[in-house]
């Protein structure tokens, strides 16, 4: 039988420490499991990390890897979640020549449909910023690509839960525990 492989986002609540991701991507690289993004962001409560990271997996094989990380010593808590569990966003940047923005009304056009919006213009190059789902960045990306992108940057994914966590609760909990004399 077939496992389904289908996109997880896992959230891993951190203290900050060095080596740990080390320790973390090679739980990921012992089961041949691609990190497709990572992002690392501070949290609602000081000193505390929050790491999240898009893969490919069976649902089986995911249970089992956030089990593993959440036996990690600084780890304070691992969620994994699919995307429908989710509300997500991932941001890019393109920078294109300023004369395709002047002389090409369709590049305008694209921009306005898409909603991105121009970061910068100088007599060179234009930066255009968009934020959103996958689908729509790629979209974008396919769109302009006809016209020369000269650079393109993307973001990992951020996410938040839809359903409540009990994550807040916990990370209070645990900067009691580390400042207990405040």
Request: charged content about 25%; overall charge positive.
């Amino acid at each position: 039988m077939e496992k389904k492989l289908i996109k997880y986002t896992v959230s891993i609540y951190t203290e900050d420490s060095v080596g740990l991701l080390n320790r973390i991507s090679a739980i990921f690289q012992r089961r041949h499991i691609n990190i497709e993004s990572f992002n690392s962001s501070m949290t609602e409560i000081e000193n505390v990390q929050r790491w999240t990271i898009l893969v490919i997996a069976s649902e089986s094989l995911i249970k089992k890897i956030v089990g593993q990380i959440n036996r990690q010593i600084e780890v304070i808590q691992a969620y994994y979640h699919t995307d429908e569990e989710t509300i997500y966003q991932e941001s890019c940047l393109f920078k294109i020549k300023s004369s395709l923005l002047f002389d090409d009304r369709k590049i305008q056009n694209i921009i306005k449909e898409s909603n991105a919006i121009i970061v910068t213009v100088n007599p060179e190059f234009f930066v255009i910023e968009k934020s959103g789902r996958t689908h729509e960045l790629d979209d974008l990306y396919e769109k302009l690509n006809k016209y020369g992108i000269l650079q393109y940057v993307r973001s990992a994914r951020i996410a938040v839960t839809k359903a409540p966590l009990m994550i807040s609760e916990i990370l209070r909990d645990f900067k009691k525990k580390i400042t207990p004399y405040e």
